[in-house]
């Protein structure tokens, strides 16, 4: 039962994602004109396709790069997201450490890299999306998880990895809530206003002379003698080399089919807090936040002083369907504006002028996988499960080395040369997913216990704790 408080605080809230609702959105790019060939060609304009397209010219100035966009660039994922920027890329410590436990350092120290090139590349374009280095704070709320957090900051120190733990009287110079124990805080890991900072890498693509063109879905690939041919409804191009970089979209590629499965995530953005609720809070720094639970919540502040409030549940279609109207499911918003007074009850009354969902493309081993295909001629990555932020740009250099035929100290990684499990077809996907799904929620009701079931998914290498 959702409490008269959450259902008032929702009654106005725009069903569209905040960070889009920005007059700073650029038109669209003209349909495509011009020559129907080009030396590289990236489909799709998200974070990894104008990564790859802006690092393509980067390394080689001057080279005939086209993306094609089915919609606008940043429209889906990568406008939409909570915005945190982390340094990793194994989705988080403990999924690194059990999968690729010796090079976890490198893995480390090359994720800080990638973060700190991220922050290099805004401030260079000077891109303004907001991107502040303020750390991440994962926040304990049941007793159970302290122990945890001790592990974790051990764990951490011996992959090179700084993790601070706040006991609860620290935490609440941070941030006051009653639900908050205590925290571990990382220092590497960001902010930042997600749609900008596409919409400030697609512009960088266009100043260095990328063509982008926006609203022209690639509808097949193939191959002509030494060139790629991809289809479109306003005809076809030809490519020597091509990025796929369509996440969660159904892949262009047959045999990735199985490999990623479309989750729906949501969130909420409230108003912005008048002067007497910040100082209720206290939450100046303007970290990113998030519980350590199975299902978890993210939030973070805004510029102008709002809070996003996101995540907990994660929504599977039966056959992998995606529909526009997914994208909002009021079940979901009523539950997250209950969770966020429960965490802020000195907030009561604040009221949510957003609310909208977008789509994660989830792989077996929650971080992204990387591989070629055509004889070395087409490059992908896919599966960042919801952690695509900062990865984005490690996956697209991964993706320009493998196309270069260059071994580099990313693809000697065991993680980059290793492919995830696939999902079986249906309908044991859909049951799958629900056990997990379920399982996942009881074990939070239970002090984290595991049932059969998910001990059984870590043993085959497919549990979060893997
Ligand atoms: C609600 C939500 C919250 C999230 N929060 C965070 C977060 O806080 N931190 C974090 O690190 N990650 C987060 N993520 C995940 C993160 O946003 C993604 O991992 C990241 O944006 C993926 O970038 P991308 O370029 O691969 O995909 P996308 O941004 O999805 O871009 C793919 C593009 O390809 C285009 N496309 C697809 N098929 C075709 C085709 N056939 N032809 C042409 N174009 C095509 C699409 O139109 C789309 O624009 C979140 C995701 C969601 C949905």
Do not use: K
Request: with cysteine.
């Amino acid at each position: 039962m959702t409490s008269p408080a959450a259902e008032r605080s929702l009654a106005d809230a725009a069903p569209t994602p905040y960070w889009l609702d920005d007059a700073a959105r650029p038109d669209p790019t003209p349909q495509l004109a011009g020559p129907r060939h080009a030396d590289l060609v990236v489909v799709g304009g998200g974070y990894l396709g104008l990564w790859s397209a802006l690092l393509a010219v980067t390394r080689e100035p001057g080279r005939d790069v086209l993306v094609l966009e089915a919609d606008t660039c940043g429209h889906a994922a990568s406008g939409r997201n909570g915005g945190f920027c982390e340094a990793t890329l194994t989705h988080g410590l403990a999924n690194g450490v059990t999968r690729w436990p010796e090079e976890m350092p490198e893995l480390v120290s090359l994720g800080r890299a990638n973060l700190d090139a991220i922050e290099e590349t805004i401030a260079t374009l000077g891109i303004d999306c907001d991107f502040v280095r303020s750390g991440a704070l994962s926040v304990a709320t049941a007793p159970h998880q302290v122990e945890e957090l001790r592990e974790e900051r051990q764990v951490a120190a011996g992959v090179g990895q700084r993790l601070t733990l706040l006991d609860e009287a620290a935490l609440r110079l941070r941030v006051a809530s009653p639900r908050f124990g205590a925290a571990l805080f990382d220092p590497d890991s960001a902010i930042v206003e997600p749609a900008r900072l596409a919409w400030g890498l697609r512009a960088a693509c266009l100043a260095a002379g990328v063509r982008v063109v926006e609203r022209t879905r690639v509808l097949g690939l193939g191959r002509e003698g030494q060139h790629v041919v991809l289809r479109t409804a306003a005809g076809t191009v030809t490519a020597r080399q091509v990025v796929l970089a369509t996440n969660a979209a159904r892949p262009l590629l047959r045999r990735l089919r199985l490999m990623t499965v479309p989750v729906y995530d949501y969130a909420l953005m409230t108003e912005p807090l008048s002067a007497e609720q910040r100082t209720a809070i206290g939450w100046d720094g303007r970290e990113g936040i998030s519980d350590r639970t199975n299902q978890f919540h993210y939030f973070r502040t805004t510029r102008d002083g709002r809070i996003l409030w996101g995540g907990y549940d994660a929504i599977y279609h039966f056959g992998s369907r995606q529909r526009p109207g997914y994208e909002q499911r009021s079940e979901t918003f009523e539950m997250l504006a209950d969770h966020f007074f429960a965490t802020f009850p000195a907030l009561e009354g604040l009221r949510f002028t957003h609310r909208w969902g977008g789509v994660i493309d989830t792989c077996t081993r929650f971080t992204a996988f990387h591989g070629t295909a055509y004889d070395g001629q087409v490059a992908y990555a896919l599966g960042f499960t919801g952690l695509g932020v900062g990865a984005t740009r490690f996956a697209a250099e991964v993706a320009l080395d493998q196309l270069a035929g260059l071994e580099t100290e990313r693809t000697r990684l065991r993680m980059v040369r290793e492919r995830p499990l696939p999902f079986p077809p249906e309908p044991v996907r859909w049951a799958g997913i629900r056990a997990t799904t379920w399982s996942l929620a009881r074990a939070d009701r239970d002090q984290g216990r595991q049932n059969l079931w998910l001990r059984a998914m870590d043993r085959l290498g497919l549990g979060f704790d893997s």
